[in-house]
């Protein structure tokens, strides 16, 4: 069975702080890697994808691979209150397998 | 660019009819399409994939007699909720994917339908 994993939070960061979320998978060969955004009560929207070693920067957002410790991250910087939402890791190629999720809380 | 709708975006039905729910791809052409359920607090659960022209591949667990989907063209697919009852009340939500379209071929998510059924 092939497993994504989140810690559920909530995260909780004062604003303009960095928030960093955290993804580890169990299949060793995935190859995509996706962050999604989800407000409550909207559908996902993507905000970063990854695919290989190392850092990815777009904007406040930069995502983090590590295929070796089987490891993806989102760090937000100048963390905002509209932040706030519940942001899913997201693994594989034809399929994706989602993580459960973290909530994140930016307080004003 | 990449849009995909669905429609309705919530619906209320009884007990033991039957509710389509319509995904579109506005600006390309889907070669595949994904349907997601998500109920409170939890996160999407796929339930099937769909190739346009071809039948849908349903995940274990999911009745591919009560939950029907069609991708009868490559900007339209539909999932039927049979006999639906208050247990199939969730959050569902389709995907597209095409070659090409994205850096990593992601999928581009629909804003969902709510369905209640009472």
């Known amino acids: 069975q092939k497993e994504v994993e989140q810690n559920s939070g909530p995260l909780s960061v004062p604003e303009g702080a960095i928030a960093s979320l955290n993804c580890t998978y169990s299949?060793?060969?995935?190859?995509?890697f996706f962050w999604y955004r989800q407000y409550s009560g909207k559908s996902p929207e993507l905000i970063m994808s990854?695919?290989?070693?190392g850092d990815k920067e777009d904007g406040r957002f930069t995502a983090q691979l590590n295929k070796a410790s089987q490891y993806v991250s989102l760090l937000i910087r100048d963390s905002q209150p509209s932040d706030s939402a519940t942001y899913l890791c997201?693994?594989?190629?034809?399929?994706?397998?989602f993580g459960q999720g973290t909530e994140l809380s930016v307080k004003p | 660019g990449a849009v995909v709708s669905q429609h309705p975006s919530w619906v209320i039905c009884k007990s033991g009819t039957s509710v389509k729910i319509e995904c579109r791809s506005l600006?390309?052409?889907?070669?595949?399409m994904f349907w997601y359920r998500q109920f409170p607090k939890q996160s999407l659960m796929l339930m099937a994939t769909?190739?346009?022209?071809?039948?849908?591949?349903?995940e274990q667990g999911v009745e591919k007699d009560k939950f029907l989907i069609n991708h009868a063209s490559l900007t339209l697919s539909t999932l039927t909720v049979t006999s639906a009852h208050p247990e199939d009340s969730s959050f569902y939500i389709c995907?597209?994917?095409?070659?090409?379209?994205?850096?990593?071929?992601?999928?581009?998510f629909g804003p969902g339908t709510r369905l209640t059924v009472l």
């Open positions: 600006d390309f052409q889907a070669t595949t």
């Open positions: 990854i695919y290989s070693n």
């Open positions: 299949d060793r060969g995935s190859q995509s």
């Open positions: 997201a693994v594989g190629g034809g399929k994706l397998i």
């Open positions: 995907s597209a994917r095409a070659p090409g379209l994205g850096i990593h071929n992601e999928q581009f």
């Open positions: 769909s190739n346009e022209g071809s039948k849908a591949t349903y």
